[in-house]
């Protein structure tokens, strides 16, 4: 990273710079998948209307986003879940993190993904969109979420289903973003009546997109996230 790119991060980080503190750790079995509980004492979280992303320092200049999920407005906490799977800053970050470490991240801010209350919400995505999916579940609130997760560690499937209790279907995943696996799963179920959800991959989440474009019950509406390529 050159000098003046350094000095810029620094003086953001300076200025919009907060923290916080890790309560506790999970890592799933194999340990490329963590839930973090965090204590963000200065984030306000009670106007949250859609899914919320947080730019998190990971090391010197580099932030990844990643989505609070299971949060609590009034003590201020939330879960952040962390897929390691991929090589980099981010997987580094979090196998070295521990409890009552710090945080730092330099904003809150909304996603394009919001509840739908005029349609069957169906939500696609990679283990990238867990947490993301758990937060939209948190905005809907008793309105059901329907749909499909592709996971490749069988063990994590099992522990998915153990652990939430959520109508959303853990598939093997069988390509690098999981298309296969999330065209054959919507190959038989109506859509025209659903606001379809995509995240993770972004190759995976725009030619997922094209192709339920191109369905005769196509859906009413898909929002697109992509988290990572």
């Known amino acids: ?17 907060k923290s916080g503190t890790v309560l506790a750790i999970r890592a799933w079995e194999p340990a490329t998948f963590f839930e973090v509980d965090v204590h963000f004492p200065e984030m306000d979280m009670s106007g949250w209307k859609r899914v919320q992303h947080i730019k998190v320092k990971v090391a010197p200049g580099v932030y990844r986003d990643y989505t609070p999920a299971g949060w609590d407005e009034d003590i201020r906490t939330c879960t952040l879940y962390i897929n390691a799977e991929q090589h980099g800053p981010g997987s580094h970050w979090i ?26 919400m169906v939500i696609l995505g990679d283990m990238s969109s867990i947490g993301h999916y758990l937060a939209l579940q948190q905005l809907a609130g008793p309105r059901k979420l329907t749909g499909a997760i592709t996971i490749e560690d069988e063990n994590h499937r099992e522990e998915f289903k153990e652990y939430f209790n959520w ?16 065209l054959k799963w919507t190959k038989d179920k109506p859509l025209a009546h659903s606001n379809v959800y995509i995240s993770g991959h972004i190759p ?23 988290f990572w390529s």
Request: glycine share 10%.
């Open 95 to 120: 196998r070295s993190l521990r409890e009552g470490d710090s945080i730092t991240y330099v904003g809150v801010g909304p996603t394009a993904h919001g509840p739908s209350m005029a349609a069957e």
């Open 204 to 226: 995976t989440c725009i030619r997922l997109r094209k192709e339920l474009k191109k369905r005769e019950d196509s859906p009413r509406g898909i929002h697109v996230q992509g």
């Open 1 to 17: 990273m050159n000098i003046i790119k350094q000095k810029a991060i620094n003086l953001l980080e300076t200025a919009l710079g």
């Open 167 to 182: 109508n959303i279907q853990p598939v093997r995943k069988t390509d690098m973003g999981g298309l296969t696996s999330m």
